[in-house]
């Protein structure tokens, strides 16, 4: 869970401000929230924002193309007829790789409906939602950065010494080190000092 604390932190401070704008401007919030998640499912990046919103709106192209053939065309089916043909357009454009992301298309096709044919008004809102997911990803990378940044050891007072497993015996050490009289010998020149003799 901790590997995801920046995006969320991100996305969920940018989504709440997103909704309370779109509200008071009168955009549509939901769409938005589409070409957001087809960001991430696109892989997220530069990559993510370009596949994403250009599969979105050819999409849109797509459902304007249906919308516009039902109104000029009249016969039994002519919607299915509309829809297919569009379904086929939408996959068969993923051969070019600026357009290979083919839910992308689908959802913006989706979108374009769910919002009455409102064309213009789901540009935009799709527009936004992408460069939303955008910055959710640059500002939830550089929290995420913060969140797991190393623990660094302090230097020693000797970066070139070297570090040996506890316990370990270094000569170098033990000839530096002055050695300290044992508890027998400090017995034996203490008598000695008071018999007045040497030991």
Known sequence: MRLYIGVGISVGVLAGIWTQV???????TWVAFVAWACFFAAGGGRA??????????????????V????????????????????????????????????PGAFAGTAVFFGTQLSFWPT????IIGACLGWLS????????????????????????RSVRPA????????????????PKDQDSARNSYLSGRPS
């Not at 550089?142 to 940044?149: E, F, L, M, S």
């Open 22 to 28: 779109s509200v008071e401007l009168g955009l549509i």
């Open 167 to 182: 316990g370990e015996h270094n000569p170098s050490e033990t000839a530096d080190r002055v050695p300290y009289p044992s």
């Open 48 to 65: 993510g924002f370009s596949k994403g919103l250009a599969a979105n709106l050819s999409g849109v192209i797509y459902g304007w193309l």
């Open 137 to 160: 990803a640059v500002i939830g990378g550089r929290i995420q950065a913060v969140v797991t940044k190393p623990i660094v050891a302090p230097p020693t007072d000797d970066p070139h």
């Open 67 to 102: 919308a516009l053939l039902t109104s000029g065309v009249q016969f039994p089916g002519v919607l299915a007829v509309g829809v297919a043909f569009a379904a086929l357009a939408m996959c068969l454009q993923a051969g070019w790789a600026p357009l290979s992301f083919i």
């Open 123 to 126: 540009i935009i809102a799709l």
